[in-house]
Protein backbone atom coordinates (compact mmCIF):
# COMPACT_ATOMS: atom_id res chain seq x y z
CA UNK A 1 0.00 0.00 0.00
CA UNK A 2 2.94 2.31 0.67
CA UNK A 3 4.45 1.50 -2.49
CA UNK A 4 1.23 2.40 -3.81
CA UNK A 5 0.54 5.80 -2.05
CA UNK A 6 4.44 6.71 -3.59
CA UNK A 7 3.88 5.84 -6.97
CA UNK A 8 0.87 7.69 -7.12
CA UNK A 9 2.26 10.77 -5.36
CA UNK A 10 5.36 10.83 -7.87
CA UNK A 11 3.09 10.24 -10.89
CA UNK A 12 1.54 13.13 -10.06
CA UNK A 13 4.16 15.26 -11.00
CA UNK A 14 5.02 12.81 -14.35
CA UNK A 15 3.26 14.36 -17.49
CA UNK A 16 1.30 11.71 -20.15
CA UNK A 17 4.50 13.06 -22.43
CA UNK A 18 2.78 10.91 -24.94
CA UNK A 19 -0.30 12.86 -25.07
CA UNK A 20 0.85 16.11 -24.33
CA UNK A 21 3.59 18.91 -26.27
CA UNK A 22 5.54 20.20 -24.00
CA UNK A 23 7.36 23.66 -24.21
CA UNK A 24 11.34 24.07 -24.61
CA UNK A 25 12.84 24.90 -21.75
CA UNK A 26 15.89 27.31 -21.40
CA UNK A 27 18.03 26.76 -18.52
CA UNK A 28 20.60 29.77 -17.50
CA UNK A 29 23.11 28.92 -15.09
CA UNK A 30 24.00 32.20 -13.56
CA UNK A 31 27.79 33.29 -14.08
CA UNK A 32 30.53 31.17 -15.43
CA UNK A 33 33.85 31.30 -16.85
CA UNK A 34 35.92 34.64 -15.66
CA UNK A 35 32.25 35.48 -13.92
CA UNK A 36 32.75 33.65 -10.64
CA UNK A 37 29.56 35.06 -9.49
CA UNK A 38 29.44 34.71 -5.84
CA UNK A 39 31.66 33.40 -3.33
CA UNK A 40 31.37 31.51 -0.15
CA UNK A 41 33.90 30.55 2.35
CA UNK A 42 33.60 26.87 3.55
CA UNK A 43 35.16 25.03 6.74
CA UNK A 44 38.60 23.73 5.76
CA UNK A 45 38.21 20.73 3.31
CA UNK A 46 34.52 20.36 2.89
CA UNK A 47 33.28 17.66 0.10
CA UNK A 48 31.56 20.00 -2.61
CA UNK A 49 31.31 17.46 -4.86
CA UNK A 50 32.22 20.36 -7.14
CA UNK A 51 35.34 21.56 -8.48
CA UNK A 52 37.56 22.25 -5.79
CA UNK A 53 37.91 25.82 -5.06
CA UNK A 54 40.20 27.81 -2.94
CA UNK A 55 40.86 31.77 -2.57
CA UNK A 56 43.97 33.77 -2.43
CA UNK A 57 44.33 33.18 1.22
CA UNK A 58 44.03 29.56 0.73
CA UNK A 59 40.25 29.26 2.54
CA UNK A 60 38.49 26.78 0.91
CA UNK A 61 35.32 28.72 -0.92
CA UNK A 62 32.65 27.64 -3.41
CA UNK A 63 31.85 29.35 -6.43
CA UNK A 64 28.29 30.54 -7.05
CA UNK A 65 29.10 29.57 -11.09
CA UNK A 66 30.05 25.93 -10.06
CA UNK A 67 26.55 25.96 -8.29
CA UNK A 68 24.95 27.20 -10.66
CA UNK A 69 26.06 24.75 -13.42
CA UNK A 70 25.56 21.63 -10.80
CA UNK A 71 22.07 22.68 -9.96
CA UNK A 72 21.32 23.32 -13.94
CA UNK A 73 22.94 20.24 -15.16
CA UNK A 74 20.67 18.32 -12.17
CA UNK A 75 17.66 20.46 -13.40
CA UNK A 76 18.05 19.60 -17.03
CA UNK A 77 18.34 16.12 -17.01
CA UNK A 78 15.09 15.95 -14.34
CA UNK A 79 12.78 17.92 -17.11
CA UNK A 80 14.40 16.14 -20.02
CA UNK A 81 13.26 12.54 -17.78
CA UNK A 82 9.81 14.12 -18.15
CA UNK A 83 10.12 14.87 -21.97
CA UNK A 84 10.48 18.29 -21.67
CA UNK A 85 13.04 20.12 -24.50
CA UNK A 86 15.49 21.66 -22.94
CA UNK A 87 18.35 24.31 -23.65
CA UNK A 88 20.80 24.92 -21.61
CA UNK A 89 22.73 28.31 -21.99
CA UNK A 90 25.89 27.08 -21.32
CA UNK A 91 27.47 23.64 -20.17
CA UNK A 92 30.74 24.22 -19.19
CA UNK A 93 32.87 26.76 -17.15
CA UNK A 94 32.33 29.56 -19.63
CA UNK A 95 30.42 32.39 -21.03
CA UNK A 96 26.98 32.19 -22.03
CA UNK A 97 27.29 30.06 -25.03
CA UNK A 98 29.89 28.34 -24.14
CA UNK A 99 32.07 30.94 -25.54
CA UNK A 100 35.00 32.45 -23.13
CA UNK A 101 34.27 34.98 -21.23
CA UNK A 102 34.91 38.76 -22.77
CA UNK A 103 32.40 41.29 -21.38
CA UNK A 104 29.55 41.02 -18.94
CA UNK A 105 27.56 42.56 -21.69
CA UNK A 106 28.51 40.01 -24.76
CA UNK A 107 27.69 37.14 -21.99
CA UNK A 108 24.15 37.96 -20.99
CA UNK A 109 22.99 38.58 -24.75
CA UNK A 110 24.54 35.27 -25.82
CA UNK A 111 22.54 33.91 -23.42
CA UNK A 112 19.20 35.35 -24.23
CA UNK A 113 19.97 34.95 -27.92
CA UNK A 114 20.26 31.65 -27.38
CA UNK A 115 16.84 31.03 -25.69
CA UNK A 116 15.10 33.87 -27.82
CA UNK A 117 16.53 32.49 -31.01
CA UNK A 118 15.28 28.74 -29.87
CA UNK A 119 11.99 29.56 -29.50
CA UNK A 120 12.15 28.79 -25.92
CA UNK A 121 8.81 28.86 -24.19
CA UNK A 122 9.87 29.41 -20.80
CA UNK A 123 13.21 30.64 -18.87
CA UNK A 124 14.46 29.74 -16.13
CA UNK A 125 17.94 31.75 -14.60
CA UNK A 126 19.72 29.75 -11.78
CA UNK A 127 21.60 31.74 -9.21
CA UNK A 128 22.54 32.18 -5.84
CA UNK A 129 22.47 35.02 -3.47
CA UNK A 130 24.94 37.05 -1.77
CA UNK A 131 25.21 40.37 0.97
CA UNK A 132 26.32 39.23 3.88
CA UNK A 133 27.00 36.37 6.90
CA UNK A 134 23.43 37.01 8.50
CA UNK A 135 21.66 37.31 5.09
CA UNK A 136 19.51 34.14 4.73
CA UNK A 137 16.48 32.70 2.31
CA UNK A 138 14.75 32.13 -0.51
CA UNK A 139 14.51 34.94 -3.17
CA UNK A 140 12.26 34.82 -7.58
CA UNK A 141 12.34 37.85 -9.88
CA UNK A 142 10.47 38.31 -12.58
CA UNK A 143 10.88 41.47 -14.87
CA UNK A 144 8.60 44.45 -13.17
CA UNK A 145 6.35 44.22 -17.00
CA UNK A 146 6.24 40.79 -16.98
CA UNK A 147 3.20 39.03 -18.40
CA UNK A 148 0.82 37.07 -15.91
CA UNK A 149 2.56 33.93 -17.78
CA UNK A 150 5.95 34.95 -16.24
CA UNK A 151 4.43 36.20 -12.72
CA UNK A 152 2.58 32.85 -12.39
CA UNK A 153 5.70 30.96 -13.38
CA UNK A 154 7.72 32.58 -10.72
CA UNK A 155 5.63 32.56 -7.80
CA UNK A 156 4.98 28.90 -8.66
CA UNK A 157 9.12 28.41 -8.77
CA UNK A 158 9.33 29.69 -5.77
CA UNK A 159 6.98 28.09 -3.76
CA UNK A 160 8.31 24.60 -4.71
CA UNK A 161 11.91 26.06 -4.37
CA UNK A 162 11.00 27.50 0.02
CA UNK A 163 8.88 24.33 0.60
CA UNK A 164 11.62 22.31 -0.50
CA UNK A 165 14.76 24.42 0.67
CA UNK A 166 12.94 25.01 4.08
CA UNK A 167 14.61 28.42 4.10
CA UNK A 168 13.22 31.81 5.15
CA UNK A 169 10.91 32.94 2.34
CA UNK A 170 12.00 36.56 0.64
CA UNK A 171 9.08 36.55 -1.55
CA UNK A 172 8.52 36.84 -5.33
CA UNK A 173 10.11 39.95 -6.70
CA UNK A 174 10.31 42.49 -9.46
CA UNK A 175 13.37 44.02 -11.32
CA UNK A 176 15.21 44.72 -14.47
CA UNK A 177 18.11 42.18 -14.80
CA UNK A 178 18.67 41.44 -17.90
CA UNK A 179 17.81 37.85 -18.83
CA UNK A 180 14.33 38.93 -17.97
CA UNK A 181 14.48 42.37 -19.83
CA UNK A 182 15.68 40.87 -22.99
CA UNK A 183 13.71 37.57 -22.88
CA UNK A 184 10.74 36.73 -25.16
CA UNK A 185 8.83 34.04 -23.07
CA UNK A 186 8.01 33.94 -19.49
CA UNK A 187 11.09 34.13 -17.40
CA UNK A 188 12.10 33.98 -14.22
CA UNK A 189 15.28 34.55 -11.61
CA UNK A 190 16.05 32.06 -8.67
CA UNK A 191 18.21 33.14 -5.95
CA UNK A 192 18.28 29.67 -4.08
CA UNK A 193 20.19 30.88 -0.52
CA UNK A 194 22.67 32.80 0.29
CA UNK A 195 26.69 31.91 -0.12
CA UNK A 196 27.67 35.15 2.00
CA UNK A 197 25.61 33.15 4.97
CA UNK A 198 28.29 30.39 6.12
CA UNK A 199 25.36 28.14 7.21
CA UNK A 200 23.79 28.68 3.64
CA UNK A 201 26.94 28.42 1.49
CA UNK A 202 27.28 25.10 3.53
CA UNK A 203 24.24 24.07 2.62
CA UNK A 204 24.65 24.63 -0.70
CA UNK A 205 28.24 22.71 -0.77
CA UNK A 206 25.92 19.73 -0.21
CA UNK A 207 25.00 17.69 -3.77
CA UNK A 208 21.78 16.62 -2.26
CA UNK A 209 20.78 19.67 -1.50
CA UNK A 210 21.26 21.37 -4.69
CA UNK A 211 19.41 18.44 -6.24
CA UNK A 212 16.30 19.43 -4.17
CA UNK A 213 17.23 23.08 -5.06
CA UNK A 214 16.57 21.62 -8.91
CA UNK A 215 13.77 19.34 -8.57
CA UNK A 216 11.62 21.84 -6.85
CA UNK A 217 12.69 24.21 -9.99
CA UNK A 218 11.71 21.79 -11.91
CA UNK A 219 8.49 20.72 -10.32
CA UNK A 220 7.60 24.66 -10.41
CA UNK A 221 8.01 24.30 -14.14
CA UNK A 222 5.72 21.35 -14.46
CA UNK A 223 2.94 22.76 -11.65
CA UNK A 224 3.00 25.99 -14.61
CA UNK A 225 2.46 23.75 -17.78
CA UNK A 226 -0.30 21.84 -16.13
CA UNK A 227 -1.87 24.99 -14.90
CA UNK A 228 -0.73 25.64 -11.77
CA UNK A 229 -4.55 26.98 -10.61
CA UNK A 230 -3.04 30.52 -11.37
CA UNK A 231 -5.02 32.51 -14.06
CA UNK A 232 -3.59 33.34 -17.33
CA UNK A 233 -1.37 30.57 -17.26
CA UNK A 234 -1.42 29.39 -20.57
CA UNK A 235 -2.17 25.66 -20.76
CA UNK A 236 0.20 23.17 -23.76
CA UNK A 237 -2.70 21.37 -24.16
CA UNK A 238 -1.76 20.39 -28.17
CA UNK A 239 -1.47 17.18 -29.13
CA UNK A 240 2.55 16.40 -30.06
CA UNK A 241 3.09 15.65 -34.07
CA UNK A 242 4.82 13.18 -34.89
CA UNK A 243 7.38 14.99 -36.79
CA UNK A 244 10.03 16.54 -34.49
CA UNK A 245 9.14 19.85 -32.65
CA UNK A 246 10.30 23.07 -34.30
CA UNK A 247 9.24 26.43 -34.15
CA UNK A 248 7.36 27.38 -36.96
CA UNK A 249 5.43 30.54 -35.85
CA UNK A 250 6.47 34.15 -35.12
CA UNK A 251 4.06 37.34 -33.46
CA UNK A 252 5.64 40.12 -34.14
CA UNK A 253 3.84 43.86 -33.71
CA UNK A 254 5.39 45.52 -36.79
CA UNK A 255 8.33 45.87 -39.17
CA UNK A 256 10.10 48.75 -40.05
CA UNK A 257 12.85 49.37 -42.23
CA UNK A 258 15.00 51.81 -39.52
CA UNK A 259 15.95 50.01 -36.43
CA UNK A 260 15.49 53.61 -34.79
CA UNK A 261 11.88 53.43 -35.85
CA UNK A 262 11.41 49.95 -34.34
CA UNK A 263 13.14 50.76 -31.38
CA UNK A 264 10.38 53.32 -30.69
CA UNK A 265 7.50 50.62 -31.11
CA UNK A 266 9.59 48.50 -28.88
CA UNK A 267 9.06 50.77 -26.36
CA UNK A 268 5.60 51.42 -26.81
CA UNK A 269 4.57 47.59 -26.71
CA UNK A 270 7.16 47.19 -23.39
CA UNK A 271 5.04 49.42 -21.78
CA UNK A 272 2.23 47.58 -22.21
CA UNK A 273 3.65 44.85 -19.79
CA UNK A 274 5.03 42.55 -23.18
CA UNK A 275 8.30 41.68 -23.91
CA UNK A 276 10.11 41.86 -26.99
CA UNK A 277 13.16 42.29 -28.64
CA UNK A 278 13.96 43.32 -32.43
CA UNK A 279 15.49 41.08 -35.03
CA UNK A 280 16.68 42.02 -38.51
CA UNK A 281 15.61 39.86 -41.52
CA UNK A 282 16.16 39.86 -44.95
CA UNK A 283 13.65 39.09 -47.57
CA UNK A 284 15.10 37.53 -50.75
CA UNK A 285 12.11 38.51 -52.54
CA UNK A 286 11.51 41.95 -51.76
CA UNK A 287 15.42 42.91 -51.45
CA UNK A 288 14.58 44.48 -48.38
CA UNK A 289 15.86 44.20 -44.91
CA UNK A 290 13.45 44.74 -42.31
CA UNK A 291 13.91 45.80 -38.36
CA UNK A 292 10.43 43.22 -36.62
CA UNK A 293 9.50 43.76 -33.31
CA UNK A 294 8.89 40.24 -32.03
CA UNK A 295 7.03 39.01 -29.40
CA UNK A 296 6.83 35.59 -29.41
CA UNK A 297 8.06 32.75 -31.27
CA UNK A 298 5.89 29.24 -30.69
CA UNK A 299 5.48 25.99 -32.41
CA UNK A 300 1.64 25.86 -31.96
CA UNK A 301 -0.36 28.30 -34.47
CA UNK A 302 -3.09 28.47 -31.55
CA UNK A 303 -0.27 29.97 -28.80
CA UNK A 304 1.11 32.16 -31.29
CA UNK A 305 -2.76 33.58 -32.24
CA UNK A 306 -3.41 33.79 -28.44
CA UNK A 307 -1.06 36.31 -28.02
CA UNK A 308 -1.71 37.86 -31.31
CA UNK A 309 -4.88 38.20 -29.98
CA UNK A 310 -3.61 39.65 -26.81
CA UNK A 311 -1.96 42.25 -28.10
CA UNK A 312 -4.72 43.30 -30.61
CA UNK A 313 -6.42 43.65 -27.79
CA UNK A 314 -4.22 46.00 -26.20
CA UNK A 315 -4.54 48.03 -29.28
CA UNK A 316 -1.13 47.03 -30.96
CA UNK A 317 -0.75 45.97 -33.94
CA UNK A 318 0.12 42.16 -34.53
CA UNK A 319 0.49 39.61 -36.88
CA UNK A 320 1.43 36.22 -37.11
CA UNK A 321 4.76 35.13 -39.35
CA UNK A 322 7.30 32.50 -40.36
CA UNK A 323 9.77 32.06 -38.00
CA UNK A 324 11.72 30.79 -40.43
CA UNK A 325 13.82 33.17 -42.43
CA UNK A 326 11.70 33.08 -45.92
CA UNK A 327 15.30 33.39 -48.00
CA UNK A 328 16.11 29.71 -49.36
CA UNK A 329 18.14 27.42 -46.93
CA UNK B 1 -4.98 52.75 -33.06
CA UNK B 2 -5.62 57.00 -32.44
CA UNK B 3 -5.10 56.90 -29.44
CA UNK B 4 -1.75 54.53 -30.00
CA UNK B 5 0.10 56.77 -32.50
CA UNK B 6 -0.99 59.94 -30.35
CA UNK B 7 1.30 58.57 -27.46
CA UNK B 8 4.24 58.66 -29.10
CA UNK B 9 4.35 62.33 -30.28
CA UNK B 10 5.44 63.97 -27.22
CA UNK B 11 7.93 60.92 -26.40
CA UNK B 12 9.34 62.37 -30.00
CA UNK B 13 9.76 65.32 -29.17
CA UNK B 14 11.48 64.64 -25.79
CA UNK B 15 13.77 62.23 -27.59
CA UNK B 16 14.97 65.23 -30.01
CA UNK B 17 15.66 67.71 -27.22
CA UNK B 18 17.30 64.88 -25.07
CA UNK B 19 19.58 64.33 -28.27
CA UNK B 20 20.50 68.11 -28.59
CA UNK B 21 21.29 68.00 -24.93
CA UNK B 22 23.54 65.09 -25.64
CA UNK B 23 25.27 66.46 -28.28
CA UNK B 24 25.77 69.62 -26.46
CA UNK B 25 26.84 67.83 -23.14
CA UNK B 26 29.31 65.57 -25.41
CA UNK B 27 30.96 69.34 -26.27
CA UNK B 28 30.89 70.49 -23.05
CA UNK B 29 33.30 67.45 -21.71
CA UNK B 30 35.37 67.30 -24.75
CA UNK B 31 36.21 70.79 -24.35
CA UNK B 32 37.85 70.19 -21.21
CA UNK B 33 35.48 70.94 -18.01
CA UNK B 34 35.00 67.20 -16.68
CA UNK B 35 38.14 66.87 -14.18
CA UNK B 36 36.92 68.50 -10.78
CA UNK B 37 34.72 66.48 -8.79
CA UNK B 38 33.64 69.38 -7.15
CA UNK B 39 33.14 71.71 -9.84
CA UNK B 40 30.49 69.79 -10.91
CA UNK B 41 30.82 69.54 -14.53
CA UNK B 42 27.16 69.73 -15.26
CA UNK B 43 24.96 70.57 -18.53
CA UNK B 44 24.80 73.65 -16.90
CA UNK B 45 27.08 74.92 -19.57
CA UNK B 46 25.47 73.37 -22.22
CA UNK B 47 22.48 75.08 -22.32
CA UNK B 48 19.14 75.68 -20.93
CA UNK B 49 17.50 72.71 -22.08
CA UNK B 50 17.54 71.23 -18.97
CA UNK B 51 16.28 73.98 -15.97
CA UNK B 52 17.56 71.62 -13.26
CA UNK B 53 20.78 71.93 -13.30
CA UNK B 54 21.02 75.16 -12.71
CA UNK B 55 23.06 75.78 -9.53
CA UNK B 56 21.03 75.56 -6.45
CA UNK B 57 20.88 78.26 -3.55
CA UNK B 58 23.94 78.41 -1.56
CA UNK B 59 22.10 76.34 1.12
CA UNK B 60 19.10 73.64 0.92
CA UNK B 61 17.44 70.12 1.32
CA UNK B 62 19.09 67.23 0.03
CA UNK B 63 17.63 63.68 0.10
CA UNK B 64 19.80 61.05 0.18
CA UNK B 65 19.03 57.12 0.35
CA UNK B 66 21.37 54.90 2.54
CA UNK B 67 20.65 51.27 4.06
CA UNK B 68 19.10 50.22 7.31
CA UNK B 69 21.61 48.04 8.90
CA UNK B 70 20.74 44.73 7.59
CA UNK B 71 22.24 46.33 4.02
CA UNK B 72 18.37 45.37 2.45
CA UNK B 73 15.95 48.60 3.10
CA UNK B 74 16.71 51.78 1.65
CA UNK B 75 16.29 54.61 4.19
CA UNK B 76 15.65 58.51 3.27
CA UNK B 77 18.01 61.21 4.65
CA UNK B 78 17.40 64.03 4.01
CA UNK B 79 20.66 66.85 5.10
CA UNK B 80 20.75 70.70 4.42
CA UNK B 81 24.37 71.78 3.30
CA UNK B 82 25.75 74.55 1.38
CA UNK B 83 25.90 73.96 -2.81
CA UNK B 84 28.93 76.34 -3.31
CA UNK B 85 27.56 76.57 -6.83
CA UNK B 86 27.37 72.47 -7.36
CA UNK B 87 23.97 70.86 -8.83
CA UNK B 88 21.52 69.19 -6.97
CA UNK B 89 22.87 66.21 -8.60
CA UNK B 90 26.57 66.58 -7.88
CA UNK B 91 25.10 67.46 -4.41
CA UNK B 92 23.44 64.46 -3.33
CA UNK B 93 25.50 61.72 -4.89
CA UNK B 94 28.53 63.37 -2.93
CA UNK B 95 26.73 63.52 0.21
CA UNK B 96 25.85 59.59 -1.23
CA UNK B 97 29.58 58.74 -1.45
CA UNK B 98 30.88 60.27 1.98
CA UNK B 99 28.90 57.75 3.76
CA UNK B 100 26.11 58.09 6.08
CA UNK B 101 26.65 60.30 9.14
CA UNK B 102 23.71 59.00 10.93
CA UNK B 103 24.06 55.60 13.67
CA UNK B 104 22.44 52.60 11.92
CA UNK B 105 22.65 53.34 8.55
CA UNK B 106 25.13 51.43 6.43
CA UNK B 107 26.32 51.79 2.85
CA UNK B 108 27.50 49.19 0.20
CA UNK B 109 28.87 51.51 -2.25
CA UNK B 110 32.52 49.86 -2.54
CA UNK B 111 35.05 51.33 -0.29
CA UNK B 112 37.35 54.48 -2.12
CA UNK B 113 34.40 55.16 -4.44
CA UNK B 114 34.92 59.04 -5.39
CA UNK B 115 32.32 60.58 -7.49
CA UNK B 116 34.37 62.36 -10.33
CA UNK B 117 31.96 63.78 -12.35
CA UNK B 118 28.02 64.14 -12.62
CA UNK B 119 25.96 65.50 -15.36
CA UNK B 120 22.24 65.53 -16.35
CA UNK B 121 21.19 64.82 -20.03
CA UNK B 122 17.16 65.29 -20.32
CA UNK B 123 16.11 62.82 -17.65
CA UNK B 124 19.38 60.68 -17.75
CA UNK B 125 21.75 61.77 -15.12
CA UNK B 126 24.68 60.46 -15.67
CA UNK B 127 27.09 59.45 -12.57
CA UNK B 128 30.89 59.09 -13.53
CA UNK B 129 32.61 56.60 -10.61
CA UNK B 130 36.30 56.02 -9.69
CA UNK B 131 37.67 52.86 -10.58
CA UNK B 132 37.33 51.55 -6.75
CA UNK B 133 33.79 51.17 -7.91
CA UNK B 134 34.92 48.28 -10.31
CA UNK B 135 36.90 46.93 -8.39
CA UNK B 136 35.21 47.15 -5.21
CA UNK B 137 31.84 45.53 -7.04
CA UNK B 138 30.36 42.66 -5.83
CA UNK B 139 30.92 39.40 -7.81
CA UNK B 140 27.69 38.18 -7.44
CA UNK B 141 24.03 37.78 -5.45
CA UNK B 142 20.87 40.11 -6.34
CA UNK B 143 20.58 41.04 -3.06
CA UNK B 144 24.53 42.86 -3.12
CA UNK B 145 23.97 44.30 -6.33
CA UNK B 146 20.74 46.38 -5.32
CA UNK B 147 21.79 47.45 -1.97
CA UNK B 148 24.99 48.79 -4.34
CA UNK B 149 22.97 50.29 -7.22
CA UNK B 150 19.46 51.22 -5.54
CA UNK B 151 20.88 53.82 -3.12
CA UNK B 152 22.91 55.32 -6.72
CA UNK B 153 19.29 55.28 -8.12
CA UNK B 154 16.84 56.28 -5.90
CA UNK B 155 19.28 59.10 -4.97
CA UNK B 156 19.55 61.04 -8.22
CA UNK B 157 16.12 60.39 -9.06
CA UNK B 158 15.08 62.47 -6.26
CA UNK B 159 16.70 65.35 -8.03
CA UNK B 160 13.75 67.17 -9.71
CA UNK B 161 13.59 66.51 -13.83
CA UNK B 162 15.74 63.12 -13.33
CA UNK B 163 13.84 59.81 -13.62
CA UNK B 164 17.38 57.70 -14.69
CA UNK B 165 20.27 56.87 -13.95
CA UNK B 166 23.55 56.14 -16.33
CA UNK B 167 26.66 54.78 -14.37
CA UNK B 168 30.22 55.14 -15.62
CA UNK B 169 33.44 54.55 -14.04
CA UNK B 170 36.09 56.79 -15.41
CA UNK B 171 34.64 58.18 -17.82
CA UNK B 172 33.33 54.83 -19.62
CA UNK B 173 30.27 51.70 -19.94
CA UNK B 174 31.63 49.91 -16.28
CA UNK B 175 32.62 46.10 -17.07
CA UNK B 176 31.56 44.55 -13.87
CA UNK B 177 29.77 41.29 -13.16
CA UNK B 178 26.41 42.80 -13.29
CA UNK B 179 23.29 41.07 -13.67
CA UNK B 180 21.85 44.29 -14.40
CA UNK B 181 22.10 45.77 -17.88
CA UNK B 182 24.32 49.08 -17.15
CA UNK B 183 25.07 50.00 -21.26
CA UNK B 184 21.35 51.57 -20.35
CA UNK B 185 20.48 53.96 -17.79
CA UNK B 186 18.44 52.57 -14.92
CA UNK B 187 15.58 53.55 -13.01
CA UNK B 188 13.39 52.73 -9.73
CA UNK B 189 11.79 50.47 -11.95
CA UNK B 190 14.58 48.42 -11.88
CA UNK B 191 14.69 47.32 -8.10
CA UNK B 192 11.90 45.59 -6.00
CA UNK B 193 9.76 47.45 -4.54
CA UNK B 194 10.24 46.17 -1.16
CA UNK B 195 13.17 48.16 -0.68
CA UNK B 196 11.61 51.04 0.44
CA UNK B 197 8.48 49.79 2.03
CA UNK B 198 7.30 50.44 5.61
CA UNK B 199 9.30 47.72 7.55
Given at each position: ???LTCFSALAGLMLPTTAVALPLVAIDPGHGGRDTGAVGVLPAGTETGLVPRSDSRGR?????????????????????????????????????????????????????????????????????????????????????????????????????????????????????????????????????????????????????????????????????????????????????????????????????????????????????????????????????????????????????????????????????????????? | ??????????????????????????????????????????????????????????????????????????????????????????????????????????????????????????????????????????????????????????????????????????????????????????????????LVAAP
Amino acid sequence: VRWLTCFSALAGLMLPTTAVALPLVAIDPGHGGRDTGAVGVLPAGTETGLVPRSDSRGRTVIYEKDVTLDVSQRLDAWLRARGFPTLMTRTQDLAGGDVPYTTVGADLRARTNLANEAGAELFVSIHENSLNARSSGTETYHFYYASPAARALAVLVHQEVVFRLGLPDRGVKKAGFFVLKNTVMPAVLVEGAFLSNPEEALFLARPDVRQQLAEAVGTGVVRYVEGGGAPGTPAYGAPVSPKPLVIKYRVTAGAFRTRALALRRLAAVRRTGTTAVIRRRYTARTKKTLHYVVTGQFIFLENARQMRDALRAKGLPAQIGSAKPSAAR
Amino acid sequence: MQAFRSQFLPKRLRGLIAGMALVAATAAITAGCADDASVAPTTTTAGGSTAQTTARPASSRTTVYFLDSSGERLTEVVTSDSADGETALAVALRTLAAGPQQAGLTTALPAGTRLISSSQDGGTARVNFSSEFASGYPSGGSAAEIAVLAPIVFTATEVPGVDSVLIEVEGAPPDIPTQFDLSAPLARDDFPPELVAAP
